[in-house]
């Protein structure tokens, strides 16, 4: 097999300096990860898929290697002049958590500029997830009080752990990576900058999708996590959900093979 050529930048955006990288020929597929670690996310993605796409990862603002300026911006904007700057008309978006609601957002705003959505554990604009569990106010009191190594645990706990899975029976490696990227973005001090979801909110807009969709989530995600993929499934006329056994919210990172697999298999039955 070839060695990979990656190009690697920082692009302009919206006042923004967003790092990302870019490899592989075909029709483009772009990866947003979740909003609790970074780009880092794909690692097990990113080379595979590039034997297929032309494929393109960055770090959203305030993550990772980017920038986060003050003052009030939407994800799926960001997205938008990205693909823009990368002379990108149409693509395969895939999105984990917060990128997912960003990806579902654009597919809205730009739904010429959308040829398939994969949403990986998905957030939804507008969607009321009531009452936060136990762990999730532990970890806010956490972060509050400046405790970040704590609140690192308790994220891993709530989100990686899962509903019923002890830290011994998860992936350790992919545990200790999303440690490691939930630590540098918790160490982060960036000025006060709100990011704005689509209006009117995506949740109340999912029959207006017509891009083909793959919802997947990881059967030990939070409940409502798996009632944003039941939604999409049911109101978006081209989506299908699956679920990934014995995994979290980054169900990526847990079973690589097994998740490339799939997302390869549903691009593979698209037309571009």
């Known amino acids: 097999m070839t060695e990979t050529t990656i190009e690697r930048g920082f692009a302009d955006i919206h006042g923004a300096q967003l ?11 772009v990866l947003l990860h979740g909003h609790l670690i970074d780009s880092g996310q794909w690692d097990d ?4 898929f590039a034997q297929h796409h032309r494929v393109v990862r960055y770090d959203a603002r305030g993550f990772g290697q980017s920038s986060k300026p003050p003052g009030s911006f939407a994800h799926y904007q960001d997205l938008h002049a990205m693909l823009g700057f990368l002379g990108i008309e149409r693509a395969y978006l895939m999105g984990c958590s917060g990128g997912g609601a960003a990806i579902v957002d654009f597919a809205l705003a730009y739904p010429k500029q959308t ?3 994969i949403l990986v554990g998905a957030g939804l604009g ?6 936060p569990p136990p762990l999730a106010l532990e970890l806010r009191a956490a972060h509050e009080r400046g405790d970040s190594e704590r609140a690192v645990e308790l994220s891993i706990q709530l989100w990686t752990d899962g509903q019923n899975r002890s830290p011994d029976q998860v992936n350790p490696a992919a545990r200790e990576r999303i440690r490691a990227m939930s630590t540098r973005l918790f160490a982060r001090e960036d000025p006060e900058a709100s990011p704005t979801m689509l209006q009117p909110p995506a949740v109340g807009r999912l029959a207006e999708i017509g891009a083909p969709t793959l919802a997947i989530v990881g059967d030990q995600d939070l409940q409502r996590i798996q009632e944003i993929a039941d939604l999409v499934a049911a109101q ?10 014995d995994a979290g919210h980054h169900p990526n990172m847990e079973h690589p093979a097994l998740f490339n697999q799939v997302v390869l298999d549903f691009l593979r039955g698209l037309a571009n």
């Open 19 to 29: 790092y990302y990288e870019a490899a592989g020929a075909g029709h483009p597929l």
């Open 45 to 48: 993605q990113f080379r595979t």
């Open 115 to 117: 040829s398939a959505l």
């Open 126 to 131: 507008g969607f009321q997830f009531g009452e």
């Open 236 to 245: 978006v006329q081209t989506a299908r959900k699956l679920v990934i056994p």
